[in-house]
């Protein structure tokens, strides 16, 4: 079974620009979760997925949004980027919703801000 | 507020020894969850072990054990035999929240970084 997919593995952009991540979870897993992880914040959770409806968000600015698709895909937008923003995003999945749930993660993106 | 404290960023064990991971936690809920996640450096976060706060009994998955004391509120994970595939950052995580009420959320101490020496 495939695990969690990230794309794409590297990204850099510009302050002001904005971008969309992407993450397929496990087959047959419904739910999708978003973590930032920065070395002086550390890993904070962003919002959570389920069934194309956000279940639950962290506190994280409006810039950051998120949306799932009917095959549970996801994808998470940054607006108007910030240098701060720099971080390695990570996606998890699991079988049922709530960030209880075991969850499985992908090996993330890398974003640069310039 | 709830967090979650790990006091030692790194420690090292000497392959085969057995070494223990320290986490304490603040919450005033009375169900939870904690979790032990490890990230090496291939980046992946791997679910190591899942303690639910009502069960008495300490997780254990192969090798990795916990030792949950909900009154001190302590959650500390003992890894037996160490194996140099062990090297990574573990992070203890608290679930927190309600997820009827749409709070739910992982809470992430800042990680120990676990040197295994052949």
Redesign the interface.
Same mark, same amino acid.
């Given at each position: 079974k495939a695990g969690v997919t990230q794309t794409p593995r590297y990204l850099i952009k510009t302050r002001g620009q904005q971008v969309t991540l992407s993450c397929s979870p496990i087959s047959g897993h419904r739910s999708v979760?978003w973590?930032q992880q920065t070395p002086g914040q550390?890993? !904070?959770?962003l919002f959570?997925y389920f069934s194309e409806t956000q279940?639950?968000?962290?506190n994280f600015p409006g810039r950051f949004s998120g949306r799932q698709f009917s095959n549970s895909r996801s994808e998470m937008n940054v607006s108007t980027l910030e240098l701060g923003d720099s971080a390695?995003y990570?996606c998890?999945s699991s079988l049922v919703?709530?960030?209880?749930q075991? !969850?499985?993660?992908?090996?993330?993106t890398r974003l640069s801000i310039l | 507020a709830q967090t979650v404290t790990q006091s030692q960023p790194e420690m090292s064990v000497q392959e085969a020894e057995t070494v223990t991971l320290s986490c304490t936690y603040d919450t005033s809920e009375s169900d939870y969850y904690l979790f032990w996640y490890k990230q090496p450096p291939s980046r992946q976060m791997i679910l190591v072990i899942r303690q639910e706060a009502y069960k008495q009994q300490n997780a254990t998955e192969n090798r990795f054990s916990v030792n949950f004391q909900k009154a001190a509120k302590s959650f500390s994970l003992k890894i037996s035999d160490s194996q140099l595939g062990d090297a990574a950052m573990y992070f203890c995580a608290y679930r927190m929240g309600d997820l009827r009420g749409g709070s739910e959320k992982l809470v992430f101490g800042k990680g120990t970084k676990l040197t295994v020496n052949p």
């Open positions: 979760s973590y550390g890993l !904070q959770f959570e279940r639950n968000k962290g390695l990570l998890a919703g709530g960030v209880g075991p !969850q499985h993660f992908g090996d993330g | -």
